[in-house]
Every structure is written in C-alpha cells, then in structure tokens.
C-alpha cells in the first residue's frame, strides 16, 4: 500500500505510475490524481500539447502500435463495448468518415477486394451466421443507398423494440418465424429506409410481394385467404 500525496487515500501499488528515481519505484501521486493535473495542464493550455502529442507520434510509430496492440489484447470487450456506442451515438460522423475514407482510398480497397475475395466472403458467411438480423439489416440499407432512397439513422436494438411495440415477433403475413427484413413501401417506389417502413417477413412472402404495391399485395393476399 501506498498513500497519494495529492489525495491522501492509500492504495495498493498498481495504482501509482513507476519511477525510477523514487526510492520505492513510484510516483508520489496516484493515477487518478495525475490524470486530473494532466488535464488541468492541457486544457489550460492545449497548443502546446498538442504539438508535444504530434511530434512524440510522429517520432514513434512502432511503440505506439505495439502499445495500442498490447491493450487492445488486455480490453478487447472494453475496445468493443465503446467502439459499439460511439456508432450508435454517431451514425451520421461515422458514416461521412466512412465515405471520406472510400473516396481517398478507392483504389486500394478495389484491389484488396480483389485479391481477398475468397476471405472476404467467408468473413460475410460468419457475420451471417452470428448475427443474421444485422446482416439483413446491413443488406437492406446497401439497397437504400444503391437507390439513392432516403436512410434514416437507427440501431438493430430501436428496431427490435419498434416491432416489439407493434407485436411483430413472426412474418407478419403468414405467422411464420420471419427470415427477411422488407421494406413495407419498395425502394422502386419510394420507399424509405427507416423504422415505420421495415417490418418482418418469412422468405416466401417476402419473395411473393416483390417490389410489389404493398396494398395490392395485401389485397391479393386476402383473395388467397378467402377463396
């Protein structure tokens, strides 16, 4: 144990950073209290920093990779937990960083695409088959955007509890465990990529209604029924 000489709660060793021209190894400070006096110093006056941060960088790319490496090891689910919420709190920067990203390096993507086919198509199988719901959810706004049709921003959970709401847990035609998610409204027609205009179906409704007038369809759906 050790006691902080800024906060003067005692704490176990791990918690104060190393030095080796202290006697026991440690800074006098513990790491909170050491983060709080860097932020301090930073916000007080950020330029500097910033060029320190920028220059530091610059002269050591190989250590900072191997350290960001080494702690992505030690918090992978922590790295995927946040990595996870900032794009369900940020579609719209995530998306725009995305499509910057492509319109600078569409050259090289094309041609990894094309020397890594067969790995990429196995890596979109496992994605299927460990979450088929985002899948299909990913599939259906590639469509939206191939169709220039309007994309409102939502997350496979806002969906879920929309359907929920609705008492959508089966194909809603038929009542069969649904397979596909439908645009209620076609992209041929119109029709948006959003929550109020998705809804659940089994693959051979789905395959029947087609780009179908959702109203026709429905119609000729209750002929079928009735005769």
Request: hydrophobic share 35%; net charge positive.
């Amino acid at each position: 144990m050790k006691t902080c000489t800024k906060c003067g709660v005692s704490k176990g060793r791990t918690e104060f950073q190393r030095d080796r021209q202290k006697k026991d190894g440690l800074r006098p400070s513990c790491k909170e209290c050491s983060r709080k006096r860097d932020r301090h110093r930073y916000w007080a006056d950020p330029v500097p920093a910033r060029e320190r941060n920028a220059k530091y960088r610059k002269a050591n790319p190989d250590k900072i990779r191997e350290r960001a490496a080494a702690y992505y090891v030690n918090n992978a689910e922590a790295v995927k937990a946040r990595a996870a919420r900032f794009r369900e709190e940020n579609p719209e920067r995530v998306r725009a960083t995305k499509a910057l990203y492509y319109q600078e390096h569409h050259a090289a993507i094309q041609e990894y695409r094309r020397q890594n086919a067969d790995r990429i198509r196995e890596n979109r199988a496992r994605s299927y088959r460990e979450n088929p719901v985002l899948a299909l959810l990913r599939s259906a706004r590639y469509r939206a955007r191939k169709r220039a049709a309007r994309v409102e921003p939502f997350t496979t959970a806002e969906l879920y509890v929309a359907w929920e709401d609705a008492g959508m847990y089966a194909c809603v035609a038929c009542g069969a465990p649904w397979e596909h998610v439908d645009h209620i409204v076609p992209l041929a027609r119109g029709g948006a990529h959003s929550i109020d205009n998705l809804q659940p179906l089994c693959a051979a409704c789905n395959l029947s209604k087609s780009a179908r007038d959702p109203w026709e369809w429905a119609r000729d759906l209750m002929r079928g029924a009735s005769s």
